[in-house]
């Protein structure tokens, strides 16, 4: 039983309108193999953070994707503002010393 | 052999594990008694699937409807292999077993006939079952039989995840509201008669049992019965006190769902035989 109610604190917070009878909305996140990093495959509804790995059992693994599962509350992912692209992703354009292959290789360097 | 190391980020094999096609293929061919045993496991999961199957398109999420579409896949499969391999000793193929056999040629127990009911129904038919077919995979993998010890291993992993399903439900609906506790409980109560009928032994089971081929069906009864008392307990719902129904001997006399089921499942088969995609 208090598996259960443990469960209820999990739940993200729900706005309380009539209209909002849906499940709360879930990230889903895999991870491939050992050593691979998990990556999101999408998202979901589910009622509590049990049923939402299960669920993404079901939707994201049926073909022998994974090996690890994580599911995050939607409401607690904070994202990057799509209007703000250019101040925040496009300063890097052009500033190729920050890669590596800008460099020339210094003589007598083994190894690189 | 194994596909795993090919596996990459985006490239993911469908791993190794056994087919039908293998076990129709094999050079294991059942005995007759072994046939008719593996053919009533294969009725309970092909009858049960195709129950399921409804709730496709009309479970009460569209996730729902993926996770009971997944099972209804998984008990498919189940019957695939249990009926190649019946068909192995008639020279029969699961397709003919399954869509070609009449009412009372089907070995499937009424609890899995039974109707779907709500949703609360169909999770009480899922605990029934699924908690029985934990039990009796877990044993049979140690079969003397090694295509049924095998078929058991792999069934195994499947209903390990019904299981979860079905007592993650029973928790929610058993805790959630009253309504849902209501529902969940009448489900449990109206199918409890039907359980025993797992548990009956007959002709088939018992010397096959004492070969250690078969799991006696009785000796299930005791493990399955306390796990199943014990969640319907856990989820605050009542152990249902209802009796048995007469006439538990899979032979479908007192099926009262079989034909129906059978007329939606092999109407397509019979109609164009030898159909294919």
Same mark, same amino acid.
């Given at each position: ?112 | ?134 039990? %009796?995979? @877990?044993? &049979?993998? /140690?079969? +003397?039989?090694?295509?049924?010890? *095998?078929?058991?291993?792999? #069934?195994?992993?499947? $209903? ?55 799991? %006696?069906? @009785?000796? &299930?009864? /005791?493990? +399955?019965?306390?796990?199943?008392? *014990?969640?319907?307990?856990? #989820?605050?719902?009542? $152990? ?38």
């Amino acid at each position: 039983m208090s598996e259960i109610e443990n469960q209820a604190a999990q739940m993200p917070a729900k706005d309380d309108t009539a209209a909002n009878n849906e499940w709360p909305l879930w990230e889903v996140f895999v991870r491939a193999n050992r050593g691979l990093s998990h990556v999101h495959a999408g998202s979901l509804h589910a009622p509590d953070a049990t049923m939402a790995l299960r669920n993404a059992r079901d939707l994201y693994t049926r073909r022998n994707e994974g090996t690890s599962v994580w599911v995050v509350p939607a409401d607690a992912v904070a994202a990057s503002d799509p209007d703000s692209k250019g101040g925040f992703f496009e300063s890097p354009q052009g500033k190729s010393y920050r890669h590596a292959t800008y460099y020339q290789k210094s003589e007598g360097v083994p190894h690189l | 052999m194994s596909f795993a190391t090919n596996d990459t980020a985006t490239k993911h094999s469908a791993g190794v594990a056994i087919t039908a096609e293998e076990i129709a293929a094999g050079e294991q061919r059942a005995p007759e008694d072994v046939a008719r045993y593996a053919l009533a496991l294969g009725d309970d999961a092909l009858m049960l699937g195709q129950r399921l199957s409804w709730w496709i398109s009309r479970a009460p999420e569209l996730e729902e409807d993926i996770a009971l579409g997944n099972i209804a896949l998984d008990l498919v499969g189940h019957a695939r292999f249990l009926l190649s391999y019946a068909g192995t000793a008639w020279g029969r193929t699961e397709d003919e077993l399954a869509y070609f056999r009449d009412e009372e040629e089907f070995r499937s127990v009424r609890l899995v006939e039974a109707e779907n009911g709500d949703f609360g129904r169909t999770i009480a038919r899922q605990l029934y079952y699924s908690f029985y077919a934990y039990e %009796l995979y @877990s044993r &049979l993998r /140690e079969s +003397t039989d090694a295509t049924l010890a *095998a078929i058991a291993d792999k #069934a195994l992993k499947e $209903v390990l995840y019904h299981q979860d399903h079905a007592e993650q439900w029973l928790n929610r609906l058993g805790l959630g509201t009253e309504e849902s506790a209501r529902r969940m409980q009448r489900g449990l109560d109206e199918l409890w008669p039907y359980v025993p009928e797992l548990f009956h032994d007959d002709d088939v089971t018992r010397p096959l049992a004492e070969q250690g081929v078969a799991v %006696l069906p @009785s000796s &299930l009864e /005791e493990p +399955t019965m306390t796990r199943i008392r *014990a969640a319907i307990e856990e #989820a605050g719902l009542t $152990v249902p006190t209802t009796g048995t129904a007469r006439g538990g001997d899979r032979s479908g006399e007192m099926s009262e769902y079989r034909g129906y089921i059978l007329a939606e499942m092999q109407s397509l088969a019979r109609r164009h035989p030898g159909a294919s995609w």
